[in-house]
Nanobody, 121 residues
Framework: VQLQAFGGGLVQAGGSLRLSCAASGRTFRTYTMGWFRQAPGKEREFVAT????????GYVDSVKGRFTIFRDNAKNTVYLQMNSLKSEDTAVYFC???????????????WGQGTLVTVSS
Protein backbone atom coordinates (compact mmCIF):
# COMPACT_ATOMS: atom_id res chain seq x y z
CA VAL A 1 0.00 0.00 0.00
CA GLN A 2 1.37 3.38 -1.01
CA LEU A 3 -0.02 6.46 0.68
CA GLN A 4 0.04 10.11 -0.29
CA ALA A 5 -1.22 12.78 2.05
CA PHE A 6 -2.16 16.27 0.96
CA GLY A 7 -4.31 19.21 1.92
CA GLY A 8 -2.07 20.91 4.48
CA GLY A 9 -1.45 24.61 4.52
CA LEU A 10 -1.54 27.81 6.52
CA VAL A 11 -4.75 28.65 8.34
CA GLN A 12 -5.73 31.08 11.06
CA ALA A 13 -6.73 29.87 14.49
CA GLY A 14 -10.38 28.91 14.50
CA GLY A 15 -10.30 27.94 10.84
CA SER A 16 -10.69 24.57 9.12
CA LEU A 17 -8.73 22.30 6.85
CA ARG A 18 -9.43 18.91 5.33
CA LEU A 19 -6.57 16.52 4.85
CA SER A 20 -6.78 13.69 2.36
CA CYS A 21 -4.76 10.53 2.05
CA ALA A 22 -4.92 8.65 -1.22
CA ALA A 23 -3.90 5.01 -1.24
CA SER A 24 -2.88 2.73 -4.03
CA GLY A 25 -3.64 -0.97 -4.07
CA ARG A 26 -6.76 -3.05 -3.99
CA THR A 27 -6.30 -3.97 -0.32
CA PHE A 28 -6.91 -0.45 1.01
CA ARG A 29 -10.37 -1.36 2.21
CA THR A 30 -8.99 -4.08 4.46
CA TYR A 31 -6.75 -1.72 6.44
CA THR A 32 -7.32 0.42 9.48
CA MET A 33 -6.21 3.94 8.63
CA GLY A 34 -4.71 6.43 11.01
CA TRP A 35 -3.56 10.01 11.17
CA PHE A 36 -0.53 10.99 13.23
CA ARG A 37 1.27 14.27 13.66
CA GLN A 38 4.69 15.49 14.64
CA ALA A 39 5.38 18.99 15.84
CA PRO A 40 8.91 20.46 15.80
CA GLY A 41 10.99 18.99 18.60
CA LYS A 42 8.27 16.55 19.63
CA GLU A 43 7.60 12.88 19.11
CA ARG A 44 5.09 11.59 16.63
CA GLU A 45 1.62 11.60 18.16
CA PHE A 46 -1.55 9.64 17.41
CA VAL A 47 -4.42 11.83 16.20
CA ALA A 48 -7.22 9.63 14.84
CA THR A 49 -7.97 6.17 13.53
CA UNK A 50 -10.75 4.47 11.61
CA UNK A 51 -11.32 0.78 11.04
CA UNK A 52 -11.71 -0.82 7.62
CA UNK A 53 -15.47 -0.28 7.38
CA UNK A 54 -15.62 3.11 9.04
CA UNK A 55 -17.78 1.76 11.86
CA UNK A 56 -15.17 2.47 14.56
CA UNK A 57 -13.17 5.61 15.09
CA GLY A 58 -10.83 6.86 17.80
CA TYR A 59 -9.26 10.21 18.62
CA VAL A 60 -6.68 11.70 20.90
CA ASP A 61 -8.43 13.71 23.60
CA SER A 62 -7.04 17.03 22.41
CA VAL A 63 -8.90 16.83 19.08
CA LYS A 64 -12.18 15.21 20.14
CA GLY A 65 -15.12 17.30 18.99
CA ARG A 66 -12.96 19.25 16.54
CA PHE A 67 -11.53 16.63 14.16
CA THR A 68 -13.38 13.95 12.23
CA ILE A 69 -11.83 11.01 10.40
CA PHE A 70 -13.76 9.29 7.65
CA ARG A 71 -13.03 7.19 4.60
CA ASP A 72 -14.32 6.41 1.15
CA ASN A 73 -13.23 2.90 0.22
CA ALA A 74 -14.53 3.30 -3.33
CA LYS A 75 -12.01 6.13 -3.77
CA ASN A 76 -9.23 4.53 -1.70
CA THR A 77 -9.10 7.70 0.36
CA VAL A 78 -9.19 8.60 4.04
CA TYR A 79 -9.86 12.12 5.24
CA LEU A 80 -9.27 14.20 8.34
CA GLN A 81 -11.63 17.13 8.71
CA MET A 82 -10.10 19.60 11.14
CA ASN A 83 -12.26 22.38 12.57
CA SER A 84 -11.64 25.01 15.23
CA LEU A 85 -7.93 24.73 14.66
CA LYS A 86 -5.55 25.89 17.36
CA SER A 87 -1.91 26.91 17.23
CA GLU A 88 -1.01 23.70 19.05
CA ASP A 89 -2.35 21.71 16.08
CA THR A 90 0.61 22.94 14.04
CA ALA A 91 2.55 19.89 12.89
CA VAL A 92 3.37 17.64 9.99
CA TYR A 93 0.45 15.24 9.59
CA PHE A 94 1.00 11.69 8.39
CA CYS A 95 -1.47 9.07 7.28
CA UNK A 96 -0.72 5.43 7.87
CA UNK A 97 -2.20 1.97 7.33
CA UNK A 98 -2.40 -0.90 9.78
CA UNK A 99 -3.73 -4.46 9.51
CA UNK A 100 -5.36 -4.03 12.94
CA UNK A 101 -7.37 -1.37 14.72
CA UNK A 102 -4.80 0.48 16.80
CA UNK A 103 -3.69 3.85 18.15
CA UNK A 104 -0.04 2.83 18.36
CA UNK A 105 2.25 3.95 15.55
CA UNK A 106 4.15 0.70 16.00
CA UNK A 107 1.20 -1.20 14.52
CA UNK A 108 1.18 0.81 11.29
CA UNK A 109 3.12 -0.75 8.43
CA UNK A 110 2.68 1.87 5.72
CA TRP A 111 3.18 5.61 5.97
CA GLY A 112 2.57 8.57 3.73
CA GLN A 113 5.08 11.39 3.29
CA GLY A 114 3.36 13.93 5.53
CA THR A 115 1.70 17.25 4.91
CA LEU A 116 2.40 20.41 6.91
CA VAL A 117 -0.37 22.17 8.78
CA THR A 118 0.44 25.58 10.22
CA VAL A 119 -2.08 27.36 12.41
CA SER A 120 -1.39 31.02 13.05
CA SER A 121 -2.70 32.65 16.18
Amino acid sequence: VQLQAFGGGLVQAGGSLRLSCAASGRTFRTYTMGWFRQAPGKEREFVATINWSGSSTGYVDSVKGRFTIFRDNAKNTVYLQMNSLKSEDTAVYFCAASPRYSKSPNDYNYWGQGTLVTVSS
